[in-house]
């Protein structure tokens, strides 16, 4: 398995540009969420996806959209970059439906994201 | 609402001493609680899990954590640190039972450095 796999690692943005940042897991986990890490703030969750054709927002959804049309993939949509949005963005997926209750999360190796 | 404090944002330690990495968690209701590891350029991955069994729970590399409710505390400790041990740390809260979350809440984190 590889696991949870996202692309691309690094990416440099203009302020204003859009971009999709990927993510697929093939462990037919349900769950699937992300998170921005910026430093000093830990992990905050941004969006996530209790199956296919579900999502909800988390604590910082402002300026991202997401979709989830197949258990495998959940990408990271930013409509309008700024740079505020500067940031390493994980992916995470677990198994079952729910990252609550004792549920391990298996995290992607995440994206470097510029924003100028 | 569930929330995590990790205590001291940044720790060092000599190579062979304990560590001792502080944890105190607030929730309405019995909770799951976790340790993630996260090495540099690196996703998070999970160290232990506390999930309601034995209060003393034994992850990897050496590492465990006792769960005391009546602290409200999930310390996470290693007897002997290794230059290897050298990561970010990061405490994680999950509700079980009625009224739970589909979401699990991380700490700050806490960077360990091993001093040789």
């Not at chain 1, 990927?22 to 349900?30: F, I, P, T, V």
């Amino acid at each position: 398995n590889a696991g949870v796999t996202q692309t691309p690692k690094f990416q440099v943005l203009k302020t204003g540009q859009s971009m999709t940042l990927q993510c697929a897991q093939d462990m037919n986990h349900e769950y699937m969420s992300w998170y921005r890490q910026d430093p000093g703030m830990g992990l905050r969750l941004i969006h996530y996806s209790v199956g296919a054709g579900i999502t909800d927002q988390g604590e910082v959804p402002n300026g991202y959209n997401v979709s989830r049309s197949t258990t495998e993939d959940f990408p990271l949509r930013l409509l309008s970059a700024a740079p505020s949005q500067t940031s390493v963005y994980f992916c995470a997926s677990s198994y079952p439906g729910t990252a609550g209750g004792e549920e391990t999360q298996y995290f992607g190796p995440g994206t470097r994201l510029l924003v100028l | 609402a569930q929330s995590v404090t990790q205590l001291g944002s940044h720790v060092s330690v000599s190579e062979g001493a304990l560590v001792l990495l502080r944890c105190n968690y607030s929730s309405s209701v019995p909770p799951y609680l976790f340790w993630y590891v996260q090495y540099p350029n690196q996703g998070l991955q999970l160290l232990l899990k506390y999930t309601s069994a034995a209060t003393l729970v034994k992850g990897i590399n050496g590492f465990e954590a006792e769960f005391k409710k009546s602290e409200t505390s999930f310390h996470l400790t290693k007897p002997s640190a290794h230059m290897s041990d050298a990561a970010e740390y990061f405490c994680a809260v999950s509700d079980k039972g009625e009224g739970r979350d589909d979401k699990i809440i991380f700490g700050k984190g806490t960077r360990l450095h091993i001093l040789p």
